[in-house]
């Protein structure tokens, strides 16, 4: 499968601490993206970091690439009990037109 | 919020009926895609199109069918639903480029 992989699969928190996600892949990318499942809702895109980048930020949002390794980080900052979500790395393979490879998802609990 | 749409949101249906999963954008995207998803576990792609009168095959595809015959319209149809088919249906769409997916609220099917 060239699916990514998630690390961990779960992650229960502090409101106010940081969490942090990680995810490897398989294949050489064109970019990695990060996005956001409500639960029983579809996915909501955060965030985009092209293969030629290694760091990117938004909001309280700090993503990391290293492409040596095949693998990216997504660190959330002062978490909020509206932050509970799942999120998933999705990778854009540098291998023709192929859609998107979505990871299995980090599963988050911020407790307030 | 996403211009994507899909109806119905919940469904409850009884074995061999076939069904039909409706997925519209306004947002004028070529791509389109259909997942499954059981909750709070990994997507799985069950077909996608890169434009009108082109459909391919994901990795869940081999009990629907799709077709593209309008931009914005990308239905999904089960032929004989069977209680395996229980899960959520999610439809997104993307336009070139960074492949960037903007997710509908998703179709949640209960066979019986």
């Known amino acids: 499968s060239q699916q990514g992989e998630e690390d961990p699969q779960a992650l229960s928190i502090q409101e106010g601490e940081n969490a942090t996600m990680n995810c490897s892949y398989k294949?050489?990318?064109?970019?990695l993206q990060w996005y956001r499942q409500n639960s029983g809702r579809g996915l909501v895109h955060l965030i985009l970091?092209?293969?030629?980048?290694r760091e990117k930020h938004s909001g309280r949002l700090r993503v990391t690439l290293d492409t040596s390794k095949k693998s990216s980080s997504l660190l959330i900052t002062a978490s909020r009990a509206a932050d509970t979500a799942s999120y998933f790395c999705a990778t854009d393979p540098n291998s023709g037109n192929t859609p998107l490879v979505f990871g299995k998802g980090t599963r988050l609990s911020v407790i307030a | 919020e996403a211009d994507i749409y899909q109806t119905p949101r919940y469904l409850v249906i009884g074995t061999g009926k076939k069904i039909t999963l409706e997925c519209s954008q306004t947002?004028?995207?070529?791509?389109m895609y259909w997942y499954q998803q059981d909750p709070g576990m990994e997507l799985h792609l069950i077909h996608y199109?890169?434009?009108?009168?082109?459909?391919e095959k994901g990795d869940l595809s081999s009990e629907s069918t799709v077709s593209r015959i309008r931009t914005e319209h990308f239905p999904l149809t089960l032929e004989s639903a069977r209680p395996s088919h229980t899960s959520q249906y999610l439809c997104a769409s993307s336009k070139g480029g960074y492949n960037e997916q903007f997710f509908g609220p998703g179709t949640r099917l209960t066979v019986l």
């Open positions: 294949t050489s990318i064109n970019n």
């Open positions: 199109s890169y434009g009108v009168n082109s459909t």
């Open positions: 970091i092209r293969s030629n980048e």
């Open positions: 947002m004028g995207h070529d791509k």
